[in-house]
């Protein structure tokens, strides 16, 4: 049945022999102990959740849930979290989650900039986390807005002032009491920001009962492991009338053509893809597969658990805190949680005490050690610490004080997670059924092909995901010297130099965490290359009208203004119109964004032109790496004229998904590009240059690296281009079969398509068929439809890859072009164009065993429309989904417990 052409092994390496570099590269990470907090915590994930999420391709290979009635599952996790996150804040409503804490902090700032936008200036706490701090900074540079950093309790708030944000507990541990903040804010006008850490708040009241309109945060410590900097979900939470403004994506609940519960995108006309410059931010990929396994590790250990978890770990703080200030070292005052902030007598003596530990401690500049204790932490860790300090090693700790937990006012009052969900889920068992169950209504590569275009639904090889769950990787903290890194500072070495060979750049970062931060941080490169030059008016940004969502709505973050491009019939960008953009905006060029080939599905004959002809106005040449998986080893972005490029390593290079996320978008760039690129705060990387933080972590999402580490490894340069060969000629045979069924809208100059191609369906809409019918036909069929109505209406784009085999391809052929003749039967009056197989998809079992049938065509039509099917039927778990009710009616906690007995 395989009939995929293999890669050519060469000098590449084969499954075990990667596994086994991975083993020695993870043996040169040397596991310290991490105390150094900062919002990246030890953990423990269930082992439950680890193999039935983590290490299951029913979870981790879906997309975005794009088509609700077969991502139901998913849909529902992540309500489950939003609902999570939602009580643990004290707020109305969450997003689905965001990239990090640092960004999440920045996307606070931006929506006090969004609601307050005659303000200049934005107050935040001198205690915040140094990456978040940066990161705003980085955020806010494009604009004429003031942050102002100081000790918030002290600061003016006036009516300049559009917002604040500070960290509770604060970076050093102390927990501070934010009321009186927040009403001083509050009566002038301006927004309240907190960033939380998520654990701590089922101890201490929560930011909405103390008034707060944002709570923001990381969610790594529920049951993620910290590996050097992510992937893991952070959260953002609001009240309700600032729900339009928050970004990312919401899942919402709505009811189906049936009348049932079902969930849903909400708010879509916030995102990208419909507002474009005007979206609330340029997240795309988020975190979804982490905030999945988060919220089901706050379900396994319900609000009892969770608050003994906190509990403990306080009580490991407190008793910490008592040994250290009897043996006279100063902590410093206020309440704390779980993070102490110590003068010690001898700074030098702790410091090689630890080393000799190996324990990592925050050292802070004024001498202070900052001392953080985690889930995964016991009494033994405790004496360590306590004989790093004192010198005195502990052979029983059982003496260790177990102090009272009291913290007065500023204690939990508000009840969290009371929903039943919460609350039912605590044996292995039932959590084990509960993933399976979740997991049964979601479409993922598990059971078909997904030819989602631009999204490259290609294999994730398991052997590439071996490394997500090796300690060796997963337990680094990200802020650990560099030189206990070694192993991973060798992996970014090799993939880097990689990178640059199949981009044709002269040097890449690893920092950006998805391709949408790629981009910022791309326009951002360019942006200080212009500065830097004398050119700081070279702001507008050139977009085809073909872009992807995300690229206007990143210029608009980088403070671009954005002049539109006219495409051609043909899909290629129009050049008359670029030529009399480039003249008119010559003074002013900054950068053109293009994707290549092109987001038509073609290879653009003019590429090198248009480069040339924006460099000849002075202007830069981002190129949207996303369609790589078409060019690897065949053509290059440096070689053709771009300057910088980001590039989805979750779309080319391997990296899954999850559902919507996790991500990683490093970029290349030309060499003068290289002083431009982006810093660090706190770790100083390869490739580091002047411009500000786009991550929390300096490499980013490092822990799913090496997935495309071990995909090029394995691969070799004759394998990627053998899989870049592969999805063109899939793409090509496709297009070829489909051709005489429906329109291939658009084709190169020599007739042919690149690695994806877009379909019309236009004309079938007098008919009553739109292209939505088709993609809900095709799930009845089993299959996730290909990328609707984008970059052009009415259509389909479909991206095979190289994954699939043959028999695949056809099987999906097969499927649209009986939907083909699906439709003729309704343009010919067959069945009418008001109830028909199209119009009524998708069929849920339940619909079709019902009593009463009175539909004008056969059950066995609907559900077997195929005979294939009659052997391995996928069940969409609702009928069609109701937006507008959604969205009419926004719902974004999990629903009552009488709406799942129905
Ligand atoms: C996927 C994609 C992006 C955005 O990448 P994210 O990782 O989702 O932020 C940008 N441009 C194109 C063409 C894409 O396909």
């Given at each position: 049945?395989?009939?995929c052409?293999?890669?050519t092994?060469?000098?590449?390496?084969?499954?075990?022999?990667?596994?086994r570099?991975?083993?020695?590269l993870g043996?040169?990470?040397?596991?310290?102990?991490?105390?150094?907090?900062m919002?990246?915590?030890?953990t423990?994930t269930p082992?439950?959740i680890?193999?039935c999420?983590?290490q299951n391709?029913?979870w981790?290979?879906?997309?975005t849930p794009?088509?609700?009635?077969?991502?139901?599952?998913?849909?529902?996790?992540l309500?489950?979290?939003?609902?999570?996150?939602?009580?643990?804040?004290?707020?109305?409503?969450s997003n689905?989650?965001?990239l990090?804490?640092?960004?999440?902090?920045?996307?606070?700032f931006?929506?006090a900039?969004?609601?307050?936008?005659?303000?200049n200036?934005?107050?935040v706490?001198?205690q915040l986390?140094?990456?978040t701090l940066?990161?705003?900074?980085?955020?806010?540079?494009p604009f004429?807005?003031?942050?102002r950093?100081?000790?918030i309790?002290d600061m003016?708030?006036?009516?300049d002032?559009?917002?604040c944000l500070?960290?509770?507990?604060?970076t050093r541990g102390?927990?501070r009491?934010f009321g009186?903040v927040?009403k001083?804010?509050h009566?002038?006008g301006?927004i309240?920001?907190c960033?939380?850490?998520?654990?701590?708040?089922t101890?201490?009241?929560a930011p909405?009962?103390f008034g707060?309109?944002?709570?923001?945060g990381?969610?790594?410590?529920f049951?993620i492991p910290?590996?050097?900097?992510g992937?893991?979900a952070?959260?953002?939470a609001?009240k309700?009338q600032?729900?339009r403004?928050?970004?990312?994506?919401?899942?919402g609940?709505?009811?189906d053509?049936?009348?049932?519960?079902?969930y849903?995108?909400?708010?879509?006309?916030?995102e990208?893809?419909?507002r474009?410059?005007?979206?609330t931010?340029?997240i795309?990929?988020a975190?979804?597969?982490?905030?999945?396994?988060s919220a089901?590790?706050?379900m396994?250990?319900?609000?009892?658990?969770?608050?003994?978890?906190a509990?403990?770990v306080h009580?490991?703080a407190?008793a910490?805190?008592?040994?250290?200030?009897?043996a006279g070292?100063r902590v410093?005052?206020?309440?704390?949680f779980?993070t102490l902030?110590?003068?010690?007598?001898d700074?030098?003596?702790?410091?090689?005490?630890?080393a000799?530990?190996?324990?990592?401690?925050?050292?802070?500049?004024?001498?202070a050690?900052?001392?953080?204790f985690d889930?995964?932490m016991?009494e033994?860790?405790v004496a360590?610490?306590?004989?790093?300090?004192t010198?005195?090693?502990?052979a029983?700790?059982s003496?260790?004080?177990?102090?009272?937990?009291?913290?007065?006012?500023?204690?939990r009052?508000s009840?969290?997670?009371t929903?039943?969900i919460?609350n039912t889920?605590?044996?292995e068992?039932e959590?084990m059924?509960?993933?399976k169950?979740l997991?049964?209504?979601?479409?993922?590569?598990?059971?078909?092909m997904i030819?989602?275009g631009?999204?490259?639904?290609?294999?994730?090889?398991a052997?590439?995901?071996?490394v997500v769950?090796?300690?060796?990787?997963a337990?680094?903290?990200?802020?650990?010297p560099?030189?206990?890194a070694?192993g991973?500072?060798?992996?970014f070495?090799?993939?880097?130099?990689?990178?640059c060979?199949i981009?044709?750049?002269d040097?890449?970062?690893?920092?950006?965490?998805?391709g949408?931060?790629?981009e910022l941080?791309?326009?951002?490169t360019i942006?200080g290359?212009h500065?830097a030059?004398?050119n700081p008016?070279?702001?507008?940004?050139l977009?085809?009208?073909?872009?992807?969502g995300?690229?206007?709505a990143?210029?608009?973050?980088?403070?671009?203004?954005?002049?539109a491009?006219?495409n051609?019939?043909?899909?290629?960008?129009d050049?008359d119109?670029?030529?009399?953009k480039?003249?008119?905006?010559?003074?002013?060029?900054?950068a053109?964004?293009?994707?290549?080939?092109?987001t038509y599905?073609v290879f653009?004959?003019?590429?090198?032109?248009?480069?040339?002809m924006?460099?000849k106005h002075?202007?830069?040449?981002y190129l949207?790496?996303?369609?790589?998986?078409a060019?690897c080893?065949?053509?290059r972005?440096?070689?053709y004229?771009?300057?910088v490029?980001?590039l989805?390593?979750h779309?080319?290079?391997?990296?899954?998904?999850?559902g919507?996320?996790p991500?990683?978008?490093?970029i290349g760039v030309?060499?003068?590009?290289?002083?431009?690129l982006?810093?660090?705060?706190?770790i100083?990387g390869?490739?580091q240059?002047?411009?500000?933080?786009i991550?929390?972590?300096p490499?980013?999402s490092s822990?799913?690296?090496p997935?495309?580490?071990?995909?090029?490894?394995?691969?070799g340069a004759r394998?990627?281009?053998?899989?870049?060969?592969?999805?063109?000629l899939?793409a090509?045979?496709?297009a070829?079969r489909?051709?005489?069924?429906y329109?291939?809208?658009?084709?190169g100059?020599?007739g042919?398509?690149?690695h994806e191609?877009?379909?019309?369906?236009?004309?079938?809409k007098?008919?009553?068929?739109?292209?939505q019918?088709v993609a809900?036909?095709?799930?009845?069929?089993?299959?996730?439809?290909p990328?609707?109505s984008?970059p052009v209406?009415d259509?389909?784009?479909?991206?095979?890859?190289?994954?699939?085999?043959k028999?695949?391809?056809?099987?999906?052929?097969?499927a649209?072009i009986?939907i083909?003749?699906?439709?003729?039967?309704?343009?010919?009056?067959?069945?009418p164009a008001?109830?028909n197989?199209l119009?009524n998809?998708p069929?849920?079992?339940?619909?079709?065993?019902?009593t009463?049938?009175?539909?004008?065509?056969?059950?066995d039509?609907?559900?077997y429309?195929?005979?294939?099917?009659?052997?391995?039927?996928f069940w969409p778990?609702?009928?069609?989904?109701?937006?507008?009710?959604?969205?009419?009616?926004?719902v974004?906690s999990?629903?009552?417990?009488?709406?799942y007995?129905?």
């Amino acid at each position: 049945m395989r009939t995929c052409p293999r890669p050519t092994r060469g000098t590449t390496l084969a499954e075990s022999q990667v596994l086994r570099r991975l083993k020695q590269l993870g043996d040169k990470n040397d596991l310290f102990r991490s105390y150094i907090g900062m919002g990246y915590y030890g953990t423990i994930t269930p082992s439950v959740i680890k193999r039935c999420v983590l290490q299951n391709p029913g979870w981790y290979t879906p997309y975005t849930p794009y088509q609700a009635e077969v991502a139901q599952g998913r849909l529902e996790s992540l309500v489950n979290y939003q609902t999570m996150i939602q009580d643990l804040t004290g707020l109305d409503v969450s997003n689905a989650s965001l990239l990090d804490e640092a960004t999440a902090g920045a996307e606070a700032f931006s929506m006090a900039y969004s609601i307050n936008k005659k303000r200049n200036v934005f107050l935040v706490d001198e205690q915040l986390h140094p990456q978040t701090l940066a990161l705003i900074k980085t955020r806010a540079e494009p604009f004429e807005v003031e942050i102002r950093v100081g000790s918030i309790e002290d600061m003016e708030f006036n009516e300049d002032v559009m917002g604040c944000l500070f960290q509770y507990p604060d970076t050093r541990g102390i927990v501070r009491d934010f009321g009186d903040v927040v009403k001083r804010a509050h009566d002038v006008g301006a927004i309240a920001a907190c960033s939380a850490d998520l654990l701590s708040l089922t101890l201490l009241q929560a930011p909405g009962d103390f008034g707060c309109d944002i709570a923001v945060g990381a969610v790594q410590r529920f049951g993620i492991p910290m590996g050097y900097g992510g992937p893991h979900a952070a959260y953002i939470a609001t009240k309700e009338q600032h729900m339009r403004r928050l970004p990312g994506r919401i899942v919402g609940v709505t009811k189906d053509s049936n009348g049932n519960k079902a969930y849903r995108l909400a708010l879509q006309t916030r995102e990208t893809h419909i507002r474009r410059d005007k979206a609330t931010s340029n997240i795309c990929t988020a975190q979804a597969l982490l905030a999945n396994m988060s919220a089901l590790y706050g379900m396994y250990h319900g609000a009892d658990g969770l608050k003994q978890i906190a509990t403990r770990v306080h009580r490991l703080a407190l008793a910490t805190k008592s040994e250290l200030v009897s043996a006279g070292h100063r902590v410093s005052d206020g309440l704390f949680f779980d993070t102490l902030h110590v003068y010690p007598k001898d700074l030098a003596e702790v410091k090689a005490r630890a080393a000799d530990k190996q324990i990592n401690f925050r050292y802070f500049d004024d001498g202070a050690v900052g001392v953080s204790f985690d889930e995964a932490m016991t009494e033994r860790d405790v004496a360590d610490v306590i004989a790093v300090f004192t010198g005195v090693e502990r052979a029983d700790c059982s003496d260790l004080a177990c102090p009272e937990v009291d913290f007065g006012a500023l204690a939990r009052k508000s009840a969290f997670m009371t929903h039943p969900i919460f609350n039912t889920l605590h044996s292995e068992t039932e959590l084990m059924r509960y993933c399976k169950y979740l997991e049964n209504k979601d479409v993922s590569l598990v059971h078909s092909m997904i030819p989602l275009g631009s999204c490259t639904m290609k294999l994730n090889a398991a052997t590439e995901m071996e490394v997500v769950t090796m300690d060796e990787f997963a337990a680094l903290h990200p802020f650990a010297p560099s030189e206990q890194a070694k192993g991973y500072w060798e992996m970014f070495d090799e993939i880097t130099e990689d990178l640059c060979k199949i981009t044709g750049y002269d040097a890449v970062t690893m920092h950006p965490n998805s391709g949408a931060q790629g981009e910022l941080a791309g326009l951002m490169t360019i942006r200080g290359y212009h500065i830097a030059n004398g050119n700081p008016q070279r702001k507008v940004c050139l977009i085809p009208a073909s872009a992807h969502g995300t690229n206007p709505a990143t210029a608009a973050m980088a403070g671009m203004k954005i002049v539109a491009v006219k495409n051609c019939g043909d899909g290629a960008i129009d050049m008359d119109d670029l030529a009399a953009k480039c003249e008119k905006h010559s003074k002013e060029l900054g950068a053109i964004m293009v994707t290549y080939p092109s987001t038509y599905g073609v290879f653009d004959e003019n590429i090198v032109e248009i480069c040339d002809m924006v460099h000849k106005h002075g202007g830069q040449v981002y190129l949207d790496g996303a369609n790589m998986n078409a060019q690897c080893m065949l053509c290059r972005p440096g070689d053709y004229g771009a300057d910088v490029s980001h590039l989805n390593l979750h779309k080319t290079f391997c990296i899954p998904h999850g559902g919507g996320g996790p991500g990683m978008g490093p970029i290349g760039v030309k060499k003068h590009l290289i002083p431009h690129l982006p810093s660090h705060p706190i770790i100083e990387g390869p490739n580091q240059g002047s411009g500000g933080p786009i991550a929390a972590a300096p490499f980013g999402s490092s822990l799913i690296t090496p997935i495309s580490w071990s995909y090029i490894r394995m691969m070799g340069a004759r394998g990627l281009r053998n899989a870049s060969a592969v999805a063109v000629l899939h793409a090509n045979y496709m297009a070829d079969r489909l051709a005489e069924h429906y329109p291939v809208t658009y084709r190169g100059a020599k007739g042919r398509v690149a690695h994806e191609f877009v379909v019309s369906f236009a004309a079938f809409k007098k008919h009553g068929i739109l292209v939505q019918d088709v993609a809900k036909r095709l799930q009845d069929f089993g299959f996730h439809s290909p990328t609707m109505s984008w970059p052009v209406n009415d259509s389909l784009m479909i991206e095979p890859t190289e994954s699939e085999c043959k028999t695949e391809l056809d099987r999906f052929l097969d499927a649209l072009i009986t939907i083909r003749h699906e439709i003729q039967e309704v343009v010919d009056g067959v069945y009418p164009a008001e109830d028909n197989v199209l119009v009524n998809a998708p069929h849920t079992a339940g619909s079709l065993l019902a009593t009463e049938w009175n539909h004008s065509y056969s059950r066995d039509k609907a559900a077997y429309p195929t005979e294939w099917l009659r052997q391995n039927k996928f069940w969409p778990a609702v009928g069609r989904v109701d937006d507008k009710y959604g969205d009419q009616n926004v719902v974004c906690s999990c629903p009552p417990m009488e709406t799942y007995l129905d």
